[in-house]
């Protein structure tokens, strides 16, 4: 059990609906990671946290996404409108970093995911 | 752009095989390198790591990855294979020249390993 953990595990859901779905860190991990993974892909960056401030946005983040962090522990990711494009698992990882710049060492441990269908 | 290259997609291996998995990327600056494996039903689990140092690692249940920095490369290994190796496995880029940049995937190389 690496410690992250990701709720609900699996959720359907009929197009043009929005969901929301929850991830828990391990305690005294900073970051905060969401990653989308479909079928024969690797996962692809969505967005990161550290500590309440979201730093970075991919270009895969469309406006129907949006993530927040709000107390620096638990984050929630929600799709608004979903499509059927949007069918994928939703990964969260996070990680406590050591050292700065370029001299940064970053393991991220992952959750087990949310699987979303969308219908 | 960085990205990272996984050559094969689907690697079908009897046991005792040895096991060779190839990884580039495209980056010129400094990197940390990871391998992730995702056994079936289970979440991403990191394998082996690589920050500095000796550019041959080792990493959990028998695995290393060596990394050639001419190359491009973080090939991974495994002298004898066995039928619990079965996974997803997954390379990982880390550009280190600012705090924070995000893990950058490659698509993944399927392994099955037939007893």
């Known amino acids: 059990d690496t410690g992250v953990s990701q709720d609900p595990r699996h959720k359907i859901t009929k197009r043009g609906q929005n969901v929301t779905f929850r991830c828990d860190p391990i305690s005294e991990h900073n970051r905060l990671y969401w990653y989308r993974q479909t079928l024969g892909q690797g996962p692809e960056f969505l967005t990161y946290f550290q500590n309440e401030a979201q730093l970075e946005k991919s270009r895969l983040l469309s406006d129907r996404f949006s993530a927040e962090r709000p107390k620096g522990s638990f984050s929630t990711l929600e799709i608004q409108r979903t499509e059927q494009g949007d069918s994928a698992m939703y990964l969260c990882?996070?990680?406590?970093?050591?050292?700065?710049?370029?001299?940064?060492?970053?393991?991220?441990?992952f959750g087990s995911g949310t699987q979303l269908s969308v219908l | 752009a960085q990205s990272v290259s996984q050559h094969n997609h689907h690697v079908i291996l009897s046991e005792a095989a040895s096991l060779e998995l190839g990884c580039n990327y495209s980056?010129?600056?400094?990197?940390?390198l990871f391998w992730y494996v995702q056994y079936p039903g289970q979440h991403l689990q990191l394998l082996l790591k690589?920050?500095?140092?000796?550019?041959l690692v080792k990493g959990i249940k028998g695995f290393e990855a060596e990394f050639i920095k001419s190359k491009f490369s973080f090939n991974l290994r495994k002298p004898s294979v066995q039928w619990s190796d079965t996974a997803e496995y997954f390379c990982a880029v880390n550009p280190r020249h600012q705090a924070g940049t995000a893990l950058i995937f490659g698509k993944g190389t399927t392994l099955s390993v037939s007893s």
């Open positions: 990882a996070s990680s406590l970093p050591t050292g700065t710049g370029r001299a940064t060492n970053e393991k991220l441990f």
């Open positions: 980056y010129g600056g400094t990197v940390n």
């Open positions: 690589y920050f500095s140092g000796d550019p």
